[in-house]
């Protein structure tokens, strides 16, 4: 079973790292006639890093409730472990990273008109 969790860490590695480099070009602009936008080097990097560490978390959560399911019974399956599952989903197809950054544009709307209204 050993086997299992190192090509899970190797393929995982792989396509966090695809993610990472490619998620500009997936998310945004799927047509090839379409040209990225010209954005300076800073900007590619964070969408390297962001698209990254956001795959990788997936594969990371996955990976944990691989070993979690191997030490328990289903019957004993929680709320939790089945959140680490399906955020570990989210990470693996690029949608983590999104709704992150949506849940934080949100939050922040909310704050600003919370503080409008407090004026």
């Given amino acids: 079973m050993i086997w299992f969790y190192r090509v899970l860490i190797v393929f995982g590695s792989m396509m966090s790292f695809f993610y990472g480099l490619r998620a500009v070009r997936i998310f945004g602009f799927p047509e090839k006639k379409q ?7 800073s900007w590619y990097i964070h969408q390297f890093w962001f698209n990254f560490v956001g795959s990788a978390t997936g594969w990371f959560l996955l990976l944990l409730f691989f070993l979690i399911l191997k030490d328990i019974k289903l019957e004993n399956l929680s709320f939790a472990h089945i959140s680490i599952f399906l955020t570990g989903i989210l990470g693996i197809i690029g949608l983590l990273p999104t709704i992150l ?7 922040a ?3 600003g008109k919370i503080i409008e209204k407090l004026k």
Wanted: hydrophobic share 40%.
């Fill in 101 to 107: 950054a949506g849940v934080a544009t949100s939050f």
């Fill in 35 to 41: 040209s990225l936008p010209q954005y300076n080097k």
């Fill in 109 to 111: 709307n909310l704050v």
